[in-house]
């Protein structure tokens, strides 16, 4: 394995409270974050890259909990596509989280470090309220305009909403993967998650932490049937088919016959050791109220419009949870709005997941775009 | 500009400085760049090769991937200074469809095309019977792109059915320029700058 790049793993308490798109505040918002590679002088150089429904602030350094390298290690680093001896990375964990920035396992009194923690007493948040947090970051940071804002799936919502709400604060905007807004069919799977995590007993309507044991089965069981969507059916049958799991034959039971259930249980287990079962209620939430259209008057360009940034915009061919159409609304949407974009379409056979895999020409696009 | 193909020298000649183009199959963006070096210009471009849209991306250009037979109704109507067309129109579904399309989108559209009744053609038809496979025209009948095959009085005909006005037209013989008589004959392609 590669030696771990060199990062800053810090935290930050945001000075002002931060108002929410529900009508309420949250005062003293805790944003964990790490950084790669060194800020310019004229701070001018910073790349602040939106983590997806899952992921965390460790793009490119190893997970604390998992010890597996960071999300996106193949494409943050010296010399890769989004080169850190050029760039500085700022990578935050979004609030809702549950990797240090505050959400729902935060102490819902933060003065009182012993305090019960806001389980469902939480304010539901948005994609708009993340994206107001970092750029409250980034002004503790002293850094005005990005030199790229990059994500993939809800990073890429987070990249967009960030260029439509503050217009001046990024360069270029570089979204893979995703979308302008959740569909019925996209909604309609987190809801299934969400009901397997409250139909657990452990929930416990939420409050389970202290307890000693969390809604793990009803976790897992939504990371389960999310984890379908982010595989394209051929990635599925190419890497399973219907090949028997450690086994010559069917057992006429309820085992893990088949290796892909094997596979999918493996995956809703070991989820659970890395991620909080409110977080995922609330991020997967904050998802489905998503529609950059409606936020701007049901038109999408007027999103767009008074712009400045550069766009671009890669979509993946087995993509069905953000298939190419919605990149291109995207893309119909800067047209109208006379934004410079680029567009492209790449084939990649592992479906949405694409764009934390191995597809040289995904790197070639993005390295070619932040250069550009 | 010397590095250009001899039609899109002439289009990058005659482009008003800052001004805003679309390039209908920009390929790798030469066109695009040069303009954007040397005119200011704003400069985007439809591409339905996704390497090539790469390339583009890469030198810093705004390059969408799409299909100029579906995709250019995206654009807002005269969006544009200029739309180009350079060696596409006979590869179009459609190519009446898509030359108003150009002169939708921009406010004026310089078009190139091979012309099929150049003399060598009409030689290689006549005297071999046989579809011609030229300099310009390198591919076999069954595996050209080239599914309209047009000539420059065909070309002006249309313009004349559509009420197209021409601005300005170019005629090239090889790398030489030709004058405006019998074109039709001597002409391996022209450039036409269009306008409503």
Redesign the interface.
Known sequence: MATALASTSTSLVLPQPLPLDSGQSLDGVTIAYETYGELAPDKANAILVFHALTGDQHVASPHPITGKPGWWDRMVGPGKPIDTNRFHVICANVIGGCMGSTGPASPADPSAPDGKPWGMRFPVITLRDMVRAQVALLDALGIGQLHAVVGGSMGGMLALSLAANFPDRAARVLAIATSWRHSAQNIAFHEVGRQAIMADPNWREGDYYGVGKGPDKGLAVARMAAHITYLSEAGLTDKFGRRLQDREAKSFGFDADFQVESYLRHQGIAFTDRFDANSYLYITRAMDYFDLAEEHGGRLADAFAGTTA?F?LISFDTDWLYPTAEA?AV??AL??A?A????????APHGHDSFLLEVP?LD??V???L?? | MAELRPDLAVIARHVAPGSRVLDVGCGDGELMAVLQADKGV?A?GMEID??E??K???????????DANR?LA???DH?FDYAVLSQTLQTAERPDLMLQELLRIGRKAFVSFPNFAHWKMRASLLWNGRMPVTRHLPVSWYETQNIHHVTVTDFVQLLQDKGVRVERSWFFSGERELGASGTNWRAEYAVYLLSR
Do not use: I, T, W
């Open positions: 550069r671009c291109r893309v119909h047209n109208a006379a410079p974009v680029s567009f492209v379409e790449l084939k020409a070639r696009v390295a070619g775009f250069n550009g | 704003d985007r996704p390497a849209v790469e583009c991306v890469a030198r810093g250009l705004s390059a969408v991937q799409g995709d995206d654009y807002p969006a």
